[in-house]
């Protein structure tokens, strides 16, 4: 037997129909913010360990260079004590054949200085650029992560 829909019968169905639509919307906005707002809160936090790293790594740029400057101005210092030295060496010198021999034994230590300074700065340079890159480095890795897991 065939049931007659009753227009109260009607109503009744579109009105749960629409209070069941309206109740996944809710549901389906607010976990729409909740996300939203999680992510807002990652980039903040992502955006603060930036700065964080970009300021740890200004410091450990400050802090190099004022080492590099005070063992410049310490080399600097110990070659003009050395000239000094040497000057008065020279000056005390009785023949051509010492000072000869002065002069030779003078210019090997001197190369061998040179040779040693140029290659300690390249190298304390290079250890300085490492340390300075090291915490942008970290952060770069840790977004590479995050966008890699989000992927």
């Given at each position: 037997m065939?049931t ?6 009607l109503?009744g169905m ?18 729409a ?18 700065v ?6 200004g ?5 190099g260079?004022?080492?590099m400057?005070k ?9 003009y ?29 001197n ?5 040693a ?6 190298a304390?340079?290079?250890?300085l650029?490492?340390?300075v890159?090291?915490p ?7 977004a590479?992560?995050?966008i890699?897991?989000?992927a």
């Open positions: 065939a007659k829909n009753t227009a109260a019968d109503t579109m009105s749960k129909s629409m209070t069941d639509a309206v109740a996944e919307m809710q549901a389906k906005a607010q976990e913010y909740d996300k939203g707002t999680n992510m807002v809160s990652e980039m903040t936090e992502m955006a603060k360990g930036n964080e790293a970009l300021v740890e790594s410091k450990i740029l400050a802090a260079m004022q080492d400057t063992s410049y101005a310490e080399e600097a210092k110990a070659a004590e050395t000239m000094t030295a040497d000057l008065k060496e020279m000056a005390s010198v009785k023949s051509p054949t010492e000072l000869f021999q002065l002069q030779g034994k003078i210019l090997r230590r190369f061998d200085a040179m040779m300074s140029t290659s300690k700065a390249p304390s340079a290079m250890k650029a490492n340390d890159i090291a942008i480095t970290a952060r770069v890795n840790l590479v992560e995050k890699s897991k989000a």
